[in-house]
């Protein structure tokens, strides 16, 4: 069993960074795929991006360009930088480890198996 434990969240400034990390009982290497998702209030959640055992990485295109994920496999940590943050940024964030699927980490919520229990960022 891993568990999962966000870090990080907060309120900035439109235009700010953030830095969340994931801290994993068990190796972030071992997992095939690793992935954030956010849920914006009043939305669906969604994928923000994936980093596959090789350190492959993903992205959605609202989040391309300004978001970097990175993992740690020595200390089991996952980070997600966000720079060039938005109003529309705004949302829980969650960490999740879980299965590739054909061999590629696509972040499938249903290939999930192992989630954070979120943290709140706010940009204003």
Same mark, same amino acid.
Not at 1 to 16: A, C, R
Not at 43 to 55: F, H, L, M, P, Y
């Given at each position: 069993?891993?568990?999962?434990?966000?870090?990080?969240?907060?309120?900035?400034?439109?235009?700010?960074s953030l830095t969340l %990390?994931?801290?994993?009982?068990?190796?972030?290497?071992?997992?095939?795929?690793?992935?954030?998702?956010?849920?914006?209030?009043?939305?669906?959640?969604?994928?923000?991006?994936?980093?596959? %055992?090789?350190?492959?990485?993903?992205?959605?295109?609202?989040?391309?360009?300004?978001?970097?994920? %990175?993992?740690?496999?020595?200390?089991?940590?996952?980070?997600?930088?966000?720079?060039?943050?938005?109003?529309?940024?705004?949302?829980?964030?969650?960490?999740?480890?879980?299965?590739?699927?054909?061999?590629?980490?696509?972040?499938?919520?249903?290939?999930?198996?192992?989630?954070?229990?979120?943290?709140?960022v706010t940009v204003s």
């Open positions: 069993h891993v568990q999962l434990v966000e870090s990080g969240g907060g309120s900035v400034q439109s235009g700010g %990390s994931c801290v994993g009982t068990k190796s972030t290497a071992s997992a095939d795929c690793m992935a954030w998702f956010r849920r914006p209030p009043g939305k669906e959640r969604e994928g923000v991006g994936t980093i596959a %055992s090789d350190g492959t990485t993903g992205y959605s295109n609202s989040v391309k360009g300004r978001f970097t994920l %990175s993992k740690d496999n020595a200390k089991n940590i996952l980070y997600l930088q966000m720079n060039s943050l938005r109003p529309e940024d705004t949302a829980v964030y969650y960490c999740a480890a879980g299965r590739a699927s054909g061999g590629y980490c696509i972040g499938l919520p249903r290939l999930m198996d192992y989630w954070g229990q979120g943290t709140q």
